[in-house]
Structure formats: C-alpha cells, structure tokens
C-alpha cells in the first residue's frame, strides 16, 4: 500500500524557517518524481513544485523559488521541503504527492497519491 | 502561468442528480487536465487524467471531456459520498496550476 506521511508542521515565527518532511513507503520511491502541493486556509490548492528521481530537475512556482528547497534521500525514502522568511501567506496545509508520469504517445501527468498533509502556522 | 477558471464556485445538489464542473483555461492546454476530489476530512484524490481518463477504482459515473481551453467533470448520478470539492488541474506548462475548486454541496 502506497503511503506518504508529511511531519514537521508546526507554529513558527514570521522571518523564521521550517522544513518539513515526507516518509515514503509502500513503493519503489527512488522510481518516481515527487511533489509539494499547498492550500491556504480556505483557499484552493497551490503547487509548489517537484524534483525528480536523482535529485538532478527541480522544478518550481516562481513565486517561491527563492524561499522553498525541494530535496530528498532515496535511502531514507524521504521527501523534503526546505521553507525560509516565512510570512504569514505560508500559512497552509503542505501536501506531499507522488506524481504518475508516463511519457509515451500521450503524456500523462497527475498525482495519483497524496499524504494527509501538515499544518504550518506562521503567526507572531 | 496558466489561469484556471473554475464554474461554478458552488452547486448545489441532489441525490441522483447529474451535475457538470467546467475548467477553463487562459490558453489551450491541449487535452493536458487533470481532475480531483478533496473530502471535508482533507483526503486528497485523483478523479481523471489527461481530460477523460479515468483513475483506477474511481466509478464510471465520473467522466471527464473537453478540448482546447474548456473542460469539464460529470457526474452522472450523484451519491452521498461524492459531495466534496472538486479541483482541475493543468499540466500543459510549468507551473502546472489548479482551479479554485469547486464546492458540490447537498441541496
């Protein structure tokens, strides 16, 4: 059973950092791509961005290119998210995925699993 | 980026309704859509693919259509299970970006 389990959630002060992690199991995870996807309370969900198997594309929105680092350790099964200056528009629910790609006459693209999800709540 | 215009915000619905969702997009994305449920609870799960596509064990009264910028998700009959918000998602081009949602709600 595939199974993604996002921690590190928590209270954090504006200006501070946080990093969050994503236990992988039930799947060959250093096979696939994985992913970071976020909602805003009451809002709808944000894509954060990607990395791929060896740690050598990572993709992300722009707008928080410059405060968030996707990484990852294959021999921990482990999907990271590095945030930093965290303002209060960080606060969310930060969801790990794993996307399906298949790169054949068609491309398909879209996540097939996601975890529960971590809060982050950036307030003074 | 691409901007997903999702119709309409809210529905509300009966039990054994058929309901449509559309998704338009800012520009064509060429049959690149996606589509989700999220539950109250904040279950997160993949509904259709590449615009008709249905996901492994989701039920045939799902569908999904559309070409070019417009799009949209049916549910032929509604079940109790199935009031939740729906969100397209867009893979054409980076960032992939996703509707607002849209909130199906037991009238």
Known sequence: ?124 | DIQMTQTPSSMPASLGERVTISCRASQGISNYLNWYQQKPDGTIKPLIYYTSNLQSGVPSRFSGSGSGTDYSLTISSLEPEDFAMYYCQQYDSSPNTFGAGTKLELK
């Open chain 1, 1 to 124: 059973e595939v199974k993604l389990v996002e921690s590190g959630g928590g209270l954090v002060q504006p200006g501070r950092s946080l990093k969050l992690s994503c236990a992988a199991s039930g799947f060959s995870f250093n096979d696939y791509w994985m992913g970071w996807v976020r909602q805003a309370p009451g809002k709808g969900l944000e894509w954060i961005g990607e990395i791929n198997q060896d740690s050598s594309t990572i993709n992300y929105t722009p707008s928080l290119k410059d405060k968030f680092t996707i990484s990852r350790d294959n021999a921990q099964n482990t999907l990271y998210l590095q945030m930093s200056k965290l303002g209060s528009e960080d606060t969310a629910i930060y969801y790990c995925a794993r996307p399906q790609i298949t790169i054949a006459a068609i491309f398909y693209w879209y996540f097939d699993f996601w975890g529960p999800g971590t809060m982050v709540t950036v307030s003074s």
